[in-house]
């Protein structure tokens, strides 16, 4: 027989207590590297910053897309992975049902995968 807590919002004094800790640590460490911390403004230190490059050029020049490309498969091959954790945590408790729907999640993966190195989306050289 479980014993249960009835909730209450007491049960959260904690959670409560450990953001205001942290907010305050945060708050107090600012502050001390605001008081402490050296001050030399100097012209070059107050000027806007642009990655330290002159410009030249015009800045609306069309950019190669295989920079985005590439990085949207690489945000959307992640997020695949990280749904191989539930199964790893609970694979005993799936069995075989649960396998079989992860070989079917392999399955599409390497589809996908394989349909992008055909269609040489991963291909820089042009």
Same mark, same amino acid.
């Given at each position: ?34 008081y402490l911390g050296p001050k030399r403004k100097t012209s070059d230190k107050l000027e806007n910053f642009e990655c330290g490059i002159e410009q030249e050029g015009n800045a609306r020049q069309p950019l190669a897309v295989k920079y985005f490309l590439v ?5 959307? /091959? ?8 539930? %199964?790893? !945590?609970?694979?005993? #408790? =799936?069995? @075989? ?7 079917? /999640? ?8 394989? %349909?992008? !190195?055909?269609?040489? #989306? =991963?291909? @820089?050289?042009?």
């Amino acid at each position: 027989m479980l014993l249960q807590i009835p909730n209450t919002p007491f049960n959260y004094f904690p959670i409560v207590i450990q953001i205001i800790i942290a907010i305050g640590f945060v708050a107090v460490m600012m502050g001390v590297t605001h008081y402490l911390g050296p001050k030399r403004k100097t012209s070059d230190k107050l000027e806007n910053f642009e990655c330290g490059i002159e410009q030249e050029g015009n800045a609306r020049q069309p950019l190669a897309v295989k920079y985005f490309l590439v990085a949207i498969l690489f945000v959307l /091959f992640d997020v695949e992975v990280i749904f191989f954790y539930p %199964y790893a !945590i609970n694979f005993r #408790a =799936l069995g @075989w049902n649960g396998f079989l729907a992860v070989l079917m /999640f392999v399955a599409f993966f390497v589809l996908g995968f394989t %349909y992008i !190195i055909k269609k040489g #989306a =991963l291909i @820089w050289e042009d």
